[in-house]
């Protein structure tokens, strides 16, 4: 599958690893304007490192959900177009603002992603993805109400954590509860285990339903 424009292979210590170009967020390994894209650190890079077909190009408008410091958030930005970036933690958001401060098309926003309605004034809609990494209970529900901002034929990339909704579950079971839920607003296109990088969580890629 191909990379998105903008993220490229490059070696590392002797390895192949994703990297995209701007100024460094967490102590990655740089190699001139690139950075490393640490897939142990970012369940989209994993997704991308696991060749899902994840749709994302260069430029495009980006709501992320789940920005914490902006680990994920910061090379999203570093090759897609405006990117909004929601988080509900206040210490997190503080990085955030740091990591958008040389990066004029992250916009990163303090605020609830089970409440689009607080958000929707600032963010366009249309949109050709909607990332979520959220980590908590009713995952399929924010990916739901957040639905509104994609265009037809976007794609939301999720991130699903099955602790953050049964602790004592058989992960397998949590998974198909949220995709059962979330089939009710998305048509899901491809899902995968993502436990070489990341333990007990499922990556989605989906689609909108259309009601027509
Ligand atoms: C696993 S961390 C995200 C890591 C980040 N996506 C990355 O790769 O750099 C999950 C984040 O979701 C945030 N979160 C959980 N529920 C949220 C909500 N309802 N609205 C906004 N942020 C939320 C948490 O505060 C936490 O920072």
Do not use: C
Request: no cysteine; net charge negative; aromatic share 6%.
């Amino acid at each position: 599958m191909s990379l998105p424009d903008g993220v490229e292979r490059r070696t590392f210590d002797g390895h192949e690893r994703l990297a995209t170009r701007g100024q460094p967020v967490y102590g990655e390994p740089t190699d001139g304007p690139w950075r490393l894209w640490d897939a142990g650190r970012s369940k989209l890079g994993a997704m991308l490192e696991l060749d899902m077909d994840v749709e994302l190009d260069g430029d495009d408008g980006v709501l992320y959900l789940g920005a914490a410091s902006g680990t994920t958030v910061s090379h999203v930005a570093d090759f897609a177009g405006p990117t909004y970036a929601v988080e509900f933690a206040p210490r997190p958001t503080r990085d955030l603002v740091e990591v958008a401060e040389d990066r004029p098309n992250l916009f990163p926003l303090l605020k609830d992603a089970r409440k689009p309605e607080t958000y929707a004034h600032v963010v366009e809609s249309g949109l050709d993805a909607v990332v979520q990494d959220v980590a908590t209970r009713g995952q399929a529900r924010v990916a739901a109400r957040n639905r509104q901002f994609l265009h037809d034929d976007g794609r939301l990339l999720a991130a699903i954590k099955a602790r953050s909704e049964d602790v004592t579950a058989d992960p397998d079971d949590v998974f198909e509860d949220v995709l059962a839920t979330l089939r009710d607003a998305y048509e899901v296109l491809e899902t995968a285990r993502l436990d070489r990088y990341h333990d007990d969580h499922l990556a989605v890629v989906a689609r909108p339903r259309t009601t027509d």
